[in-house]
């Protein structure tokens, strides 16, 4: 499959330009990239673009600055980035520069981040607020301060200088909730690769193969399309199912027991999220068919209450009442199910939310409430639906038949102006898929 471009330069423009509308005039708004992070002594991490800059610039490298000034005559969107460097790109590739800033990437003006001290106080000059997201990068924050304040300094020479400090990520995080055409269409590619990775590790799945090379199949997938983990998958066996962050990925797959595999791809800067649980032979036992079932008629009903009108709340509200009934009927809970609801006595076995919003970052901006209620859903917002059951050994009045059933079953939503769009449909989640894809059918 033809892997989809990413997004058109005219839509970061238009991007700027809601910003710009949003924030009004005698305003400025100042973005840095993201550092460049070490591994270990001189190594560094692959470089990540920060979110917030790459969804105004679509420029991934790192060391510098856009700056947006609405209604300035000259030039409303400049950029500070690396200068061309001939010898230092023969070791770390090739630089855009300042003309490549204007010319690829849609700056009005462009200058070496070097320049920076000199030419941005005089941009901040008569602007009387400044829309920065502080605390992000502490050194950078500091540089921001220093520029206000050396303007504070000359008002006697009449230099005025910004009066209010305002939070740029929360005008700017609201427009990331909403997702554009293009950027469900790369969510859909993303899940889409993620989903593939899945299968692959269901097909390769069998008792007496290690954790880390199921993961090692989920990445060589993500890798073949040019897409990287979102996050360190979860790979756990048996007991590290019922781990909800399990992380080393290095234990021995045993016959009889489940393989719970929470892994996603970030296929250009937009992530995936899924999990399936499965039986490392290839069969379910009746206890663990009983409560995947369970699970699964929770992460359909969550699916069924996304759409737009409802609240964020409501997935979550049907996930729950699914899980305890299925609990009482279980016999691992005993009561009414509408009482243990409100007491919370599912969370013993079902302790986490059903989902986040989901886009450029795997836990995606966005408020969750506006004001004391829970926001309504809309088109075009992402989010995960993804209920669990989770019985770890010694779980106290529990038969040991079901002891280390942990199971996750998750998927990435879109709402859509009907209802919504499951992106991750292609990853098997029926008892009968689970087993016919691990068959090889």
């Known amino acids: 499959m033809k892997a989809i471009k990413t997004v058109a330069r005219d839509e970061f423009a238009r991007r700027r330009r809601q910003l710009t509308r949003l924030m009004g005039r005698d305003s400025i708004a100042i973005l840095p990239a993201a550092p460049v992070r070490h591994r270990n002594n001189d190594v560094e991490y692959a470089y990540r673009q920060d979110s917030d800059f790459y969804y105004i610039t679509g420029f991934g490298e790192p060391e510098a600055v856009a700056v947006l000034i609405p209604g300035r005559e000259h030039a409303e969107y400049v950029m500070f980035v690396r200068d061309r460097d001939p010898a230092r790109e023969i070791w770390d590739g090739r630089r855009a520069g300042p003309a490549g800033a204007i010319r690829d990437y849609g700056a009005d003006d462009a200058f070496p981040i070097g320049d920076i001290d000199e030419i941005l106080p005089g941009l901040l000059e008569n602007r009387t607020k400044v829309f920065y997201a502080m605390g992000v990068y502490a050194d950078f924050d500091q540089r921001v301060v220093g520029w206000v304040n050396g303007l504070r300094t000359q008002a006697r020479n009449g230099r005025h200088s910004p009066q209010e400090f305002v939070a740029l990520d929360h005008v700017l995080h609201d427009m990331r909730l909403f997702k554009s055409r293009s950027e469900v269409g790369l969510m859909r590619e993303s899940a889409r690769i993620a989903a593939a990775a899945h299968v692959r590790a269901m097909r390769f799945c069998r008792p007496g193969r290690q954790e880390y090379e199921v993961m090692a199949e989920l990445v060589h997938e993500f890798r073949r399309y040019n897409a990287d983990t979102s996050y360190h998958p979860i790979v756990g066996g048996g007991p590290n199912s019922c781990v909800l962050h399990y992380r080393d990925n290095n234990q021995t797959l045993r016959d009889g027991e489940l393989l719970l595999v929470d892994a996603g791809c970030e296929y250009e800067c937009y992530a995936s999220d ?157 008892v009968d898929a689970i087993e016919a894809a691990m068959s090889g059918g």
């Open 274 to 430: 899924i999990t399936r649980t499965y039986p490392v032979n290839g069969r379910f036992s009746p206890e663990q068919r009983a409560v995947y079932e369970i699970v699964l008629e929770a992460n359909e009903a969550a699916i069924a209450k996304v759409k737009p009108g409802n609240h964020w709340n409501e997935p979550h509200e049907a996930a729950v009442h699914v899980v305890t009934q299925g609990l009482v009927k279980l016999g691992l809970l005993k009561g009414r199910v509408q009482k243990l609801q409100r007491e919370g006595a599912y969370r013993r076995f079902f302790m986490h939310r059903t989902g986040h919003w989901l886009g450029m970052d795997v836990h995606d901006v966005g408020d969750y409430k506006v004001g004391d209620e829970w926001r309504v859903l809309e088109p075009g917002m992402a989010l995960t639906i993804e209920p669990g059951i989770y019985i770890p050994a010694g779980s106290r009045g529990v038969p040991k038949r079901m002891h280390n059933i942990g199971i996750r079953i998750e998927d990435d939503v879109v709402v859509t102006r009907t209802g919504a769009e499951v992106l991750t449909s292609h990853a098997p989640k029926s």
